[in-house]
C-alpha cells in the first residue's frame, strides 16, 4: 500500500493568495483528519471526517478554511485568502473504523506551507 | 472528555543512555493508548500501543512502555539509545467506546554523541 499521499509537498504563496492541500487516504479507511503542526501550538485537529462526512470541525480556525470529502478518497483542505499566520505543516491521517478505538492513525508525510 | 499531559517538552540524552518519557491522561471512561514517533521532516508514525492484556507493551525499535491504571501513566521507556531515536515523541489516548482521540503535545528528544 503506498500509505496516506498528500500534495503538494510544499507550497509557497503570497498573502491573499488560495491554497488548495490534497489528501489521498490509504484504500478501505473510512475515517481521515487534517492536522496543523506549528512550533508554537503543536499538532491540532482541523477536522474530522467519518464516511466522507464532517463529523467534528471544530478545530477549524475560521471561515477562510474549508475542507471537503467528495469521495472516499480524496479529501482537500483550503486556506482563502491565506495569512503568514497559516504557515505551518498539514497533515493528513487516514484509519478504520471512528475517531475513537483502539485503531491507529496512519499519517501522511506533510505539506509545508509558506505564507510570505 | 480525555486529556493528554507530556510533562518535558524537551529531553536531552547521551548516546546508549537509558531514557523515559513521561505521559499522563485523565478520561472518565476506558481508553486505549499509543505512542507515535516523528521523526524530523516526516509524518507521525506508530511506535507501540495498549489495548488490553499485559501492562508491558513492546514496539518497534526496542521502545516499550508501562500503562499504570492507578497513576493513569504510560511512560515510555527505552534502555539503551541511539542517535538515530533524536525524534519528537507524542503520546495519544482514544476512548474505548467513543468518537474521540487526543494527542499530548510532544517530547522533543535529543541523543547526543
Keep these: ?116 | 472528555a480525555q486529556s493528554v499531559t507530556q510533562l518535558d517538552s524537551q529531553v536531552p540524552v547521551f548516546e546508549e543512555a537509558p531514557v523515559e518519557l513521561r505521559c499522563n491522561y485523565s478520561s472518565s471512561v476506558s481508553v486505549y493508548l499509543f505512542w507515535y514517533v516523528q521523526y524530523p521532516n516526516q509524518g507521525l508514525q506508530l511506535l507501540l500501543k495498549y489495548l488490553s492484556g499485559s501492562t508491558l507493551v513492546k514496539g518497534i525499535n526496542g521502545f516499550e512502555a508501562e500503562f499504570n491504571k492507578s497513576q493513569t501513566s504510560f511512560h515510555l521507556r527505552k534502555p539503551s539509545v541511539h542517535i538515530s531515536d533524536t525524534a519528537e515523541y507524542f503520546c495519544a489516548v482514544s476512548e474505548r467506546d467513543g468518537q474521540n482521540f487526543v494527542f499530548g503535545p510532544g517530547t522533543r528528544l535529543s541523543v547526543l554523541p
Design chain 1, 1 to 116: 500500500d503506498a500509505g496516506v499521499i498528500q500534495s503538494p509537498r510544499h507550497e509557497v504563496t503570497e498573502m491573499g493568495q488560495e491554497v488548495t492541500l490534497r489528501c489521498k487516504p490509504i484504500s478501505g479507511h473510512n475515517s481521515l483528519f487534517w492536522y496543523r503542526q506549528t512550533m508554537m501550538r503543536g499538532l491540532e485537529l482541523l477536522i474530522y471526517f467519518n464516511n466522507n462526512v464532517p463529523i467534528d470541525d471544530s478545530g477549524m480556525p475560521e471561515d477562510r478554511f474549508s475542507a471537503k470529502m467528495p469521495n472516499a478518497s480524496f479529501s482537500t483542505l483550503k486556506i482563502q485568502p491565506s495569512e503568514p499566520r497559516d504557515s505551518a505543516v498539514y497533515f493528513c491521517a487516514s484509519t478504520q473504523g471512528g475517531s475513537g478505538g483502539y485503531n491507529e492513525q496512519f499519517f501522511g508525510p506533510g505539506t509545508r506551507l509558506t505564507v510570505l
